[in-house]
């Protein structure tokens, strides 16, 4: 009974999302140069193009080179807003316990050779959150592990992103 119900679900089309790659099968390489930024906030753009590099190594069959020039693909982007805004508040001190981080971004993926953009995304949207230590004495400046994460979330979305062409 229950083999007649799965049955015709085995040919139905359906695939797991994550594995389709859209891009053009001619493009082998990648550069990933450093992210432009126009906020005071450095640490995103120290971290983002190592982060879609290794991601790109990780889950697809380009090769991350260097040399923009030499590339079949240039991803460029850019930092165009970073906020960061207290979400909860110590009882005792009044001071912020837990921030978020909102970063918006500007991605756009071009086959060197022609220009052609093959993804294009003027604002992609992030958000981290991370604790404040409320003691002064034990204070740990989470922030930058929170950057880290995001920046793995980014280049895991956007590569995502890229490959399916959403």
């Not at 230590?133 to 204070?139: C, E, G, I, V, W």
């Given at each position: 009974?229950?083999?007649?119900i799965?049955?015709?679900?085995v040919g139905?089309g ?6 389709a790659d859209?891009?053009p ?6 550069a990933?140069?450093?992210?432009s ?7 995103l753009t ?5 982060a879609l590099?290794r991601e790109?190594?990780a889950?697809?069959?380009y090769q ?5 020039n030499?590339?079949?693909m240039?991803l460029t ?7 960061a805004f ?5 009882p005792?001190?009044?001071r ?5 981080v909102q970063v918006v971004?500007q991605?756009?993926l071009?086959?060197?050779a ?5 993804y294009?995304q003027?604002a992609?949207d992030f958000?981290?959150r991370y ?5 002064p ?5 989470e922030?930058a592990?929170?950057?880290e ?8 979305n956007?590569?995502?992103a890229?490959l399916?062409?959403?």
């Amino acid at each position: 009974m229950l083999l007649g119900i799965f049955v015709p679900l085995v040919g139905c089309g359906y695939k797991v999302a994550g594995k389709a790659d859209l891009l053009p099968k001619n493009l082998h390489t990648i550069a990933i140069p450093a992210f432009s930024n126009s906020t005071m906030q450095y640490k995103l753009t120290d971290r983002l193009p190592n982060a879609l590099a290794r991601e790109f190594i990780a889950r697809t069959r380009y090769q991350v080179i260097a040399d923009e020039n030499a590339a079949d693909m240039v991803l460029t982007g850019a930092v165009a807003n970073v906020m960061a805004f207290p979400t909860t508040f110590d009882p005792l001190t009044g001071r912020a316990a837990g921030v978020q981080v909102q970063v918006v971004l500007q991605v756009t993926l071009r086959e060197r050779a022609t220009g052609k953009v093959l993804y294009s995304q003027p604002a992609l949207d992030f958000r981290e959150r991370y604790e404040i230590s409320t003691d002064p004495q034990a204070y740990f400046d989470e922030s930058a592990p929170a950057f880290e994460r995001m920046s793995r979330g980014v280049a895991r979305n956007t590569v995502s992103a890229i490959l399916e062409m959403f």
